[in-house]
Every structure is written in C-alpha cells, then in structure tokens.
C-alpha cells in the first residue's frame, strides 16, 4: 500500500543550526511528494513539491530531493530561524489518494 | 485568489446541539476534502468530494457526521448530535485534481462542545 513515514519529534534547534526531517515513503507506481507546513493557529500550506525522481523542490531556504532509489524525500535548511518554529508534514499523492505524515515538530530557540 | 474560506473559524456549542461548519474552495478546484486535527489522532481525513461527488466517505466517524457539496463553490460539514469527543480542528482542502496534485488549506474551524 501506499504510505509516509517521518521522524518522530519533537525537534529543539539552536538558531542558526542545520535541520534535517527525514520523510521515506511506500508506493506504487510514481507519486509526487509534497512537504506542508504548519504554524500555531494555521492551516497546513503547501512549502514545496517534487514530482518526479531526482526533482529537487525548494522555498524559503528548504530543500528537499526525491530519491527513488532510497524512497526519501528529508527535509533540509542550512540555517533555521526562530520563526520557523512549526509543524512540518511530509505527504505523498498518488492515484486517487493522498496521505500525510504524522507531523514533526520544531522549536528553534534564539 | 482568497484561497480557501472556512467559517465559523471558532464554534462552541453544548453537547447535542447541531453543528454545521462550512467552507469555499478555490475556484477552479475540482476536489474538495474535509480532515480534522486533534493532539490525540493528529490529522484524519474524513471524506472527499471530486466534481462534487463524495468519492470516499470511510474517514467519517458515525452516522453523526455528514458532509454536502452541493455546488462547486460550497460544502458543508453537520454534526449532530455533537459530543464532546467531537472538539477538534475541522480543515477543509482544495485541489485541482484528486490524487497526485497539491491541496490548499482553508484556516480550520476550531469546534469545541462542552
């Protein structure tokens, strides 16, 4: 069947660090992967997409890489701020169907 | 484009009253979905709409719950009787297409039924 899996969190990073979120996914034939993002209060918005192998999707200073050879599609920024503070959810489209992640929070601390 | 309309965005009502949350979606969109988020079971899809149609309803936790699209540009969500367990964040969705295509959020309508 079709499924997402992301690291569980809760994540607290300094200003300033790296982050990673890592996404793997089960499917058949080929989805497009998506990456949402959730601040308190608000709805889930779109951060940003992939839609084939080797795609890399990027927004705001997040990348992501869909790797079919893995089945991963991690989230990464070079450099967080405090304001990225949230929820972030991984999520696969496919067919019919489209399926989220359980979400992993981050703080990040000045 | 407004994006994705929900009202009320907060509703608290007493326990067996009728609820009904309602919600705009983008124009153009052709599939319209309905979840609802809590801390417990986090975010489950209840039910989806393709060309107003309801497509796949299993999401939906009783015959409590109802949902309606009828027109392109509106749908509603009913509960009644409410319950408490109800209290939740209600999201409804748009996209293009169902399937692979990207789904805008509307704000969420915060429910609480004391």
């Known amino acids: 069947g079709n499924s997402v899996t992301q690291m569980e969190g809760p994540v607290t990073l300094s200003e300033e660090a790296f982050l990673t979120i890592n996404c793997t996914y089960t499917a058949t034939g080929y989805p497009s992967l998506f990456w949402y993002v959730q601040y308190p209060g608000e709805g889930l918005q779109l951060l940003l997409k992939a839609t084939k192998a080797d795609d890399k999707g990027s927004n705001k200073g997040f990348e992501a890489t869909y790797r079919k050879e893995t089945t991963s599609f991690h989230l990464e920024k070079g450099s967080v701020q405090v304001s990225d503070s949230a929820v972030y959810f991984c999520a696969l489209g496919t067919g019919n169907q489209f399926y989220f992640g359980t979400g992993t929070s981050l703080t990040v601390i000045p | 484009d407004a994006g994705v309309i929900q009202s009320p965005r907060h509703e608290v009502t007493e326990m067996g009253q009728e609820v009904t949350l309602r919600c705009k979606p983008i124009?153009?969109?052709?599939?319209l979905f309905w979840y609802r988020q809590t801390m417990m079971r986090g975010l489950e899809l209840l039910i989806y709409f393709n060309n107003n149609v309801p497509i796949d309803d299993s999401g939906m936790p009783e015959d409590r719950f109802s949902a309606k699209m009828p027109n392109a540009s509106f749908s509603t969500l009913k509960i009644q009787p409410s319950e408490p367990r109800d209290s939740a964040v209600y999201f409804c969705a748009s996209s293009l297409y169902q399937g692979a295509y990207e789904q805008y959020f509307g704000p969420g309508t915060r429910l609480t039924v004391t």
């Open positions: 124009s153009g969109h052709n599939s």
